[in-house]
């Protein structure tokens, strides 16, 4: 073994709290093969009750330093008397239902779930007609088990969605309000001990109006909570807005905004800054344990780039879709990362149009996992599919400061061993990982 690889293999022999403590590290020299925690299906589905659909309540994934997963997800097999709706945890070896919620069809279902230290859980409910919009918490490691009420639905809010909560439990989210007229309104929003705090609002675009950035956006993108310790008592929400104009391009930036009030600028694109290489920046900003904050961006000559924004200010362009292997990128893709620099993205492949999950450090890149590779499930060796216009890979990824990566991706039977009329039905979607190999 060399010398690099020697240290590599220590260094991921490493507890995980001295690999969270944030210092960069290169990729390994590959990933293990993916394997499978748990699958939905029609029929019978593996570690899930049957009928199972666990992208239809949140396509969030969960995942802690130690490897354990969390995700929720959809058993519709009561319609039409009732929908239940359940909180799973596990890794690649077990895993079980540890939550599940049962309500009326015409009550409420479970519409968005997040997790920390995959103990203690918030979820949303939300009546079919919007009447009703509650948010509930609940801690695992009590018994007995108790749900309580964290916020009752405010007039107008219609719903809530990107829920994230973190070790203070603090709560944040993005909301959307019942129209006066016309008008939806977006928004971000923080909850800690029953305070909400509206961090930024949008307002209508009204032509004629020009720019004016001492007003609300336009449109917001998706809110990230950043990383934050125990006792810190400022609370950060990062994430994109758009300022429409009558010509040329939105003037877009990428922000952090405090609950005090106070709004921090990453980066502008070129309708506010001439000297941006950037002409606009995706609706979804994540961000690392370090406070580097990773986003998609389209720059000048059209390319879409996978950017990193460090805390001082450092621009990195991870990856621009030219690396061998990699295709283009679309700026819509999910995306993860750590606090080793590395990032995690779903692109297509180049030279064909398979989606492909893959790693990069900034220096070297790995394919993990795509389109047509063959995975062992617990139904035997089956394929990663597209079926007609379905993608790939559907949903969230994870990344966490050990390296393990968990994505969920779409299963069809290898050709020749099933009908292929219900092929997908039979296999549904599979959740996996896969952990760095020294």
């Not at 909850?191 to 609002?201: D, F, I, M, N």
């Not at 956006?217 to 125990?230: D, H, K, R």
């Not at 009558?246 to 502008?268: F, N």
């Not at 030279?351 to 450090?361: G, M, S, Y």
Request: proline share 7%; hydrophobic share 40%; with cysteine.
């Amino acid at each position: 073994m060399s010398l690099v690889r020697l240290a590599l293999a220590l260094l991921l022999l490493l507890t995980p709290s001295l690999l969270e403590a944030g210092e960069p590290r290169p990729l390994p020299a590959d990933f293990t093969a993916p394997a499978l925690v748990a699958r939905s299906g029609l029929d019978n589905g593996f570690r899930l009750p049957a009928d199972v659909d666990f992208v239809s309540v949140s396509d969030r994934l969960d995942l802690r330093a130690d490897d354990q997963l969390g995700f929720t997800y959809l058993d519709p097999s009561p319609y039409p008397d009732a929908l239940r709706t359940g909180i799973w945890r596990g890794d690649a070896s077990s895993g079980r239902t540890v939550f599940q919620l049962t309500q009326p069809i015409d009550g409420s279902v479970m519409i968005e779930a997040a997790t920390v230290d995959d103990s203690r859980w918030a979820f949303s409910t939300q009546a079919f007609d919007a009447s009703t919009n509650r948010l509930f918490g609940f801690d695992l490691t009590r018994s007995p088990l108790e749900v309580h009420t964290l916020l009752e639905r405010d007039a107008p809010v219609r719903g809530r969605d990107s829920l994230q909560i973190d070790a203070r439990g603090v709560l944040a989210y993005r909301f959307v309000t019942d129209p006066p007229a016309d008008d939806w309104q977006f928004g971000w929003t923080s909850l800690r001990r029953g305070r909400e705090v509206t961090h930024l609002a949008t307002r209508p675009f009204r032509f004629g109006a020009g720019v004016d950035l001492s007003e609300p956006p336009a449109s917001v993108g998706t809110p990230t909570l950043m990383p934050a310790a125990i006792d810190d008592p400022t609370i950060w929400l990062l994430g994109t807005a758009t300022w429409s104009t009558d010509l040329g391009a939105p003037a877009a930036r990428v922000l952090r905004i405090a609950d005090t009030g106070e709004t921090q600028v990453l980066i502008e694109n070129q309708t506010l800054d001439p000297g941006s290489p950037y002409l606009g920046f995706s609706r979804r900003v994540v961000a690392a344990s370090s406070g580097a904050a990773t986003l998609l961006a389209t720059r000048v000559d059209q390319q879409v780039v996978l950017l990193r924004i460090d805390p001082d200010g450092t621009l990195t362009e991870l990856l621009d879709g030219r690396e061998p292997g990699v295709g283009p990128l679309f700026d819509a893709a999910r995306i993860a990362v750590n606090a080793a620099g590395w990032a995690a993205i779903i692109a297509f492949e180049e030279n064909n149009q398979n989606e492909a999950l893959f790693i990069t450090d900034g220096v070297r890149t790995l394919r993990v996992a795509g389109e047509g590779d063959v995975v062992a499930t617990d139904r035997g060796p089956a394929r990663i599919c597209v079926d007609g216009r379905i993608t790939t890979f559907f949903g969230d990824l994870a990344l966490n400061d050990r390296g393990t990566v968990a994505f969920s991706a779409r299963l069809c039977p290898l050709p020749g061993t099933d009908d292929p009329g219900t092929r997908v039905h039979k296999l549904g979607f599979g959740i996996f990982t896969v952990q760095p190999q020294p």
